[in-house]
C-alpha cells in the first residue's frame, strides 16, 4: 500500500512569496502531523489534526503559517510572505488514532529554500 | 513539550561493530520512539518501548529504558554501511505529542 506522500519534494521561492505544500497520508489514518527540520536539526512540532477535531496549531510559529485538511485526508501547509528563516524541510507525518500506539508513518518532506 | 537529548551527536564506527546512543528526558513519559532517517528525508520507525516496559529487541536493535534515570538507550549489533543514518529519540507524553531530539549521526565504516 502507499506510504505518505508529500509535495513538491523540492520548493524554491523568493522572500515574501506565499508557498503550499501538500501531504497525502495514509489511507484510514485519522491523525495527520506537520512538523519543520531545520539543517542539523531535530523535528519541531507545527501542527496535528485528529479526525474532525479542532487542530492543534499550538507549534505554528507565526501566523504566517497555516494548515487545513479537507475531507479528513489531504492536508496543505500553507506560509505566507515567507522569510529565509522558513528555509527547512517540512515534513508529514499520519497515524492510525491519536489513542494509539503513537507510531508515525513518515512522508518525504518538501525542501523548502527561501532565496 | 520536553525534548529528549541524544548522545553522542555523532558516532563513527567500523563495520560489524555495535553502535550504542543514548537519549534522556526530564518529565514523565507514556512512551518513547526511536526513529531513523536517512539523507534529511523521510524518518523511519524502528521501536516503541512503554514506560512500564525496560528493554525490547527487534532484529540487531534493543531499547532500554530506565525511567527512574529518565534515559534510554538504542544499541545496534553487528552494524552494516546501511546502518548509517541519523537516529532520533521521540518522547510521547500524555498530550499525544511526539518530542523529538537533535539526533545522532551514526557512520558505519566499511
Known amino acids: 500500500g502507499a506510504g505518505v506522500s508529500q509535495s513538491p519534494s523540492n520548493k524554491v521561492t523568493e522572500k515574501g512569496k506565499d508557498v503550499e505544500l501538500r501531504c497525502d497520508p495514509i489511507s484510514g489514518h485519522t491523525a495527520l502531523y506537520w512538523y519543520r527540520q531545520s539543517l542539523g536539526q531535530g523535528l519541531e512540532f507545527l501542527i496535528y489534526?485528529?479526525?474532525?477535531?479542532?487542530?492543534?496549531k499550538s507549534g505554528l510559529p507565526s501566523d504566517r503559517f497555516s494548515a487545513e485538511r479537507t475531507g479528513g485526508s489531504v492536508s496543505t501547509l500553507t506560509i505566507q510572505r515567507t522569510q529565509q528563516e522558513d528555509s527547512a524541510v517540512y515534513l508529514c507525518a499520519s497515524s492510525p488514532d491519536l489513542a494509539g500506539a503513537g507510531e508515525q508513518f513518515f512522508g518525504p518532506g518538501t525542501r523548502l529554500t527561501v532565496l | 513539550s520536553q525534548q529528549g537529548e541524544e548522545d553522542p551527536q555523532a558516532l563513527s564506527i567500523q563495520e560489524g561493530e555495535n553502535a550504542t546512543m543514548n537519549c534522556s528526558y526530564k518529565t514523565s513519559i507514556n512512551n518513547l520512539q526511536w526513529y531513523r532517517q536517512n539523507s534529511g528525508r523521510g524518518l523511519v520507525h524502528l521501536i516503541l518501548i512503554r514506560s512500564n516496559e525496560r528493554e525490547k529487541h527487534s532484529g540487531r536493535l534493543r531499547v532500554t529504558l530506565d525511567t527512574s534515570k529518565k534515559s534510554s538507550s538504542l544499541l545496534i549489533t553487528a552494524s552494516r554501511a546501511a546502518d548509517t543514518a541519523s537516529y532520533f529519540c521521540a518522547l510521547r507524553s500524555n498530550d499525544y505529542k511526539l518530542s523529538f531530539g537533535a539526533g545522532t549521526t551514526v557512520t558505519v565504516r566499511a
Open positions: 489534526f485528529q479526525g474532525n477535531s479542532a487542530p492543534d
